[in-house]
Structures are given as structure tokens and as C-alpha cells.
């Protein structure tokens, strides 16, 4: 078959380019032949991602950083701070710089082919792919683009069918969702009002509404920074809510009323304890946010993906065979998520005290540690110490049943 490929991208996101760029740089792929597929071109700046990292870190990453910042701001109704996170920066990636960087280093590699448009159709059983008018198949299919349940609202879902079936062990019932959406505008500034050399983390001390409400503030410059509205919650907000929020709060907080709009963008980011199975068939493997790259409690993804990719494609060359286990989260970590959405979900204790209490008793670069799941025994110990016991206690206690799942 003509559109046969060893392995096929079912979506060419962050995940897949960063399984992919992994995978021309080891002998054992080069001979492969390989498919990226995508409705998108990857040409425009459709987002941005953060992380925090060690210099170490960051030497193993692609070489795409648009900004750096030794500094971060965290304030809350109890607690405010510049952190202490040495040995970690925080860093800024735009979406754009990653896509073209990986779109030029695998376009030298003549093994590696694009096919863009809408995938109507994924066979899981047979590894077959439907793609503009045509029929691709695969040893492998590194599926990003259809998660096994519907993960965000419908405008923003694809509207293919789903091929896949719910885990009959794991009741989509049972498990918890919240949506983390935000709009976020870079301003720009007549006069100098921002720090370039210290990020606002998480900023609490806008009204909560009954929701996780949060601001943070990536400052490019004194005059021109991304101010950005988040929010945890299981349903999004007016496009008018946002707008006047971000307004209210450079208003206030950063005490300027007279600034220009460079730009702004939008996204969501599914916070669930969905146990996402990683081999979704002898075909296929599910990665990115199908395969749950995505931090459960945090939404955070850039440097998670890069880290599995890393040793997914290092442990398939080695075996010679895919291993999807090497992509997925330990069990104690899977079980903190698990505890902390339920605490979020039935609002026992809202998260401006979680994370207020957290950075109070641990300091920045421990609750970074613990948030990377980097964690031994006693460090867990003093983390799960740090917050309010009593509400952790009660979510841990309503989850019994389904923390066998995550």
C-alpha cells in the first residue's frame, strides 16, 4: 500500500513534534517512514506555554526560549512573596518559535512526510487513518488528535466520530473535570510599569466568584508584558467577563489606564483525574493531552511533554517496540491530582488558600519540585503537610472509590 507509513501522527501538536524531532535524531527511526498529520499548518502564534526548569533542564530542551525570568511574584489573600526558586528560572515559549523550529529540523529528514486537512475517520482496530479523501495506514499511530472522552466544550471539540470506547473500568461518571481557560492580552504601556526581571507566578487577589481566579503577568519589558486571566471552573466565561477582568486588574493592580492592546490570546486546557489509557489498541497509542501529558492540578505541559518524549523515543529505540507506559505519571501523583480536583470540585477549600499555604510553608522551589513531580517520601510528607489538612482529608476520603482508576 502506497499510504502505508511505520508510524502515523494523528495530529501534529506539541506532543507529536516533540516525539518526532526525538525521533530523527536516533538511527534506529531514520529508515522509518513517518507520517504527521494536522487540520492546522502551524504557522501562526496560536499560544503560549511556561514552565519552570534548571539550567540542566533547559539544556535538554529545544532551543526556542522567547523569555527568562530568575524572579517570580506570588500573591494571595494570606500570603505574598517574591520566591525563592533557585535552582529553577522560569521561562517563556511562544507557539510559533516551536512549530517553525520543528518544522525546519524535520523537513531535512526526507523519511518524514506532512498531509494537512480534517481526519474524518480513525480505525484503532485496523490502524487506519481517514484523511482527505484517503486511507493511510500504520504499524503505530501516535494519536493526539481524538481524545477518548470529550475533554473540552463542543465548539471546541473535533467533530469527527469517536472511535475509541470508554474504559469499562473507569465510568466517565466517576471521574472529575474542570476546564482551566484564559484570555490574556500583551499590553503595552506609554510609561514604565512592569519588572522585566521578575514574572508575576499567580496573582489571587482578584474577586473569586465562587471559581479559581488568578492573574499572572509575563513582563517583556517595563513597558510591555502579557497579562493574563485565568480561571478553574466547568464552564467558560463570556468573551465580555474576560475583557472587563483584565481590565479591572491593570487598572488596579498595575495602576495604569492608559495602555494599547499588541495582542491577546485564548485558550483552554482540560484539569481532569480521567485515567487516559495510553495503548488505546495494538495500533494505537494515545499521547499530548489523549495520552494525559497535561498535569491534572496545574494545566502545565511544555516541559512534561519534552521530558516523556524523551524517554518514550529513547526506550523504543533501545527495545524496538513502543513501551506506553513510559509516558504516564506515577500512581502517587495521579492520586494528588485526583485528591486536589475533588477539593477544588465540591469546594471544600478555595485554591488561593491551597497555593497561599503552600508557598508560606514551603518556599518556591519546593512546591516547583513537588509540582514537577519530582518528589522523594519525606518531601511528600511535608507538601501534603503545607495545605489545610481537614479538606484534604474529606477529598481524600470522598475519592476512595475512584483513586483505584487514576
Known amino acids: 500500500m502506497s499510504n502505508h507509513y511505520d508510524i502515523i501522527f494523528a495530529g501534529a501538536g506539541l506532543s507529536a513534534l516533540s516525539i518526532a524531532t526525538q525521533m530523527v535524531d536516533h538511527p ?11 487540520r492546522d499548518q502551524k504557522d501562526k502564534n496560536d499560544r503560549t506555554w511556561c514552565f519552570w526548569a534548571t539550567n540542566e533542564e533547559v539544556s535538554q530542551l529545544p532551543p526556542v526560549l522567547y523569555k527568562t525570568w530568575k524572579n517570580c511574584h506570588f ?4 500570603h505574598s512573596e517574591q520566591l525563592q526558586i533557585k535552582p529553577y528560572q522560569y521561562h517563556m515559549v511562544r507557539g510559533i518559535d516551536f512549530y517553525n523550529w520543528a518544522k525546519t529540523k524535520l523537513n531535512q529528514h526526507p523519511n518524514v512526510h506532512w498531509e494537512f486537512g480534517n481526519i474524518t475517520e480513525m480505525n484503532a482496530q485496523t490502524g487506519t487513518l481517514q484523511l482527505n479523501g484517503k ?3 500504520s504499524n503505530w499511530i501516535l494519536n493526539s488528535a481524538i481524545a477518548p472522552i470529550q475533554l473540552l466544550p463542543s465548539p471546541l471539540t473535533p467533530t469527527f466520530q469517536n472511535p475509541f470506547t470508554q474504559p469499562n473500568d473507569a465510568p466517565s461518571s466517576q471521574h472529575l473535570s474542570l476546564l482551566q481557560h484564559f484570555k490574556g492580552w500583551v499590553i503595552k504601556s506609554p510609561k514604565p510599569v512592569f519588572n522585566p ?5 499567580m496573582d489571587f487577589r482578584v474577586a473569586q466568584k465562587d471559581n479559581t481566579r488568578f492573574v499572572y503577568v509575563l513582563p517583556f519589558s517595563q513597558t510591555e508584558a502579557l497579562v493574563e486571566y485565568t480561571v478553574f471552573s466547568p464552564q467558560l466565561l463570556s468573551e465580555q467577563e474576560y475583557d472587563i477582568e483584565l481590565t479591572n486588574y491593570i487598572h488596579q493592580f498595575l495602576q495604569t489606564t492608559d495602555f494599547q492592546i499588541l495582542d491577546q490570546e485564548f485558550g483552554v486546557i482540560p484539569m481532569t483525574d480521567f485515567s487516559f489509557p495510553t495503548a488505546q489498541s495494538n495500533y494505537v497509542i494515545n499521547i499530548g493531552t489523549s495520552g494525559g501529558f497535561v498535569k491534572g ?9 519534552q521530558q516523556r518524549s524523551a524517554a518514550f523515543v529513547k526506550d523504543w529505540a533501545k527495545k524496538g517496540t513502543p513501551n506506553p507506559s513510559s509516558i504516564q505519571s506515577s500512581k502517587k501523583y495521579r492520586i494528588y491530582d485526583s485528591v486536589f480536583l475533588r477539593a477544588l470540585s465540591d469546594e471544600l477549600v478555595p485554591a488561593h488558600l491551597i497555593f497561599g499555604s503552600f508557598f508560606k510553608n514551603l518556599g518556591g522551589t519546593a512546591v516547583f519540585r513537588f509540582l514537577d513531580e519530582n518528589t522523594h517520601f519525606i518531601q511528600d510528607l511535608k507538601a501534603l ?13 470522598r475519592q476512595l472509590n475512584r483513586l483505584f482508576y487514576v
Open 28 to 38: 534506529f527511526f531514520q529508515t522509518k517512514k513517518i507520517l504527521l498529520t494536522d
Open 75 to 78: 500573591h494571595s489573600p494570606i
Open 135 to 137: 486511507t493511510f495506514q
Open 197 to 201: 526581571e521578575c514574572v508575576t507566578f
Open 297 to 305: 492540578s496545574t494545566g502545565y505541559a511544555f516541559k512534561r511533554t
Open 385 to 397: 503537610n503545607a495545605v489545610p489538612t481537614l479538606p484534604f482529608i474529606k477529598a481524600a476520603y
